[in-house]
């Protein structure tokens, strides 16, 4: 999969702030991610980010 930085992600599963967007801060091995509803950080292993993405937002849609 394709990721590039600040790409906003919309996750299968929803964060317990009840957001499901996040944000691309680092991408490698392991991506690092920022919730859009409450900030919280996290890095995860790229597979197992590439497999809990439900779809890439669109440039029109992040407004």
Known sequence: ??????????????????????????VGMDIKLRCLG???ELMAPRRKVEKSIKRIVLEEEKA
């Open 1 to 26: 999969m394709d990721l590039h930085l600040n790409d906003i992600l919309e996750l299968k599963k929803e964060h317990p702030c009840g957001s499901r967007r996040w944000e691309v801060l680092r």
């Open 38 to 40: 409450c900030g919280h």
